[in-house]
């Protein structure tokens, strides 16, 4: 259960990520994927097969050759969060743990892209994935993620980098952002330090 004080928080970061993504500076991101769409790319000699709707009749007369016109193709965007829950994440000061830490900053990604209508999903990780919450819209999806960072008990106290980027190479298959949160310390970094 999220403690109040830490709930209020999150309140004020989904009211305000809300209010910040509908700020008109906000820019729109353009996929690289060429299709049909609104944004103009470029101009292709036309070949059997294509639309011939999209023939553009100003350069088909100067070239003498039909060409078609190329559009950014409109695609949604997609944020994973893949968050550590090794022991090194559970320190804790006077005013504040890892882990509330790892909420807020978690909470602040998933709120600003769902309310950008984007899916947001998460993989939590130790040295073994430990949480993996699938790519989902809404609010709901994004609570979800906060109260599942909050409750997770991992099972293991050791830290794998490896392991989630070998567990989105075989599962990603579109363009996602991937948002990595982690203290960066494992055993050898550990070691290291304590050589020199």
């Known amino acids: 259960m999220i403690p109040q004080e830490l709930m209020e928080q999150l ?7 809300r209010r910040a993504v509908r700020d008109h500076r906000v820019g729109d991101y353009r996929s690289p994927i060429r299709g049909r769409g609104f944004e103009f790319d470029q101009h292709k000699r036309y070949q059997h097969g294509d639309d011939y709707r999209q023939i553009d009749w100003n350069v088909t ?19 994973l969060i893949i968050a ?30 769902a309310s950008d209508n984007m ?4 993989l939590a990780f130790t040295d073994a994935i430990e949480l993996d919450l699938p790519l989902r819209k809404g609010s709901g999806q994004t609570w979800k993620i906060v109260e599942s960072l909050w409750d997770a008990e991992p099972r293991s106290a050791r830290t794998n980098f ?9 599962k990603l298959k579109r363009s996602t952002l991937l948002f990595f949160i982690s203290d960066f310390i494992n055993a050898e970094t550990i070691f290291a330090s304590h050589a020199l």
């Open 11 to 17: 309140r004020y970061i989904e009211i305000y990520t």
């Open 61 to 79: 007369a100067r070239m003498r050759h039909p060409y078609v016109k190329k559009d950014f193709e409109e695609k949604e965007l997609s944020a």
């Open 84 to 113: 550590d829950l090794s022991r090194s994440m559970e320190f804790a000061s006077v005013q504040q743990s890892k882990r509330e830490l790892l909420v807020l900053v978690a909470a602040t990604l998933a709120f600003s892209a």
């Open 119 to 122: 899916k947001v999903g998460m």
């Open 162 to 170: 490896l392991v989630p980027l070998e567990h989105l190479d075989t």
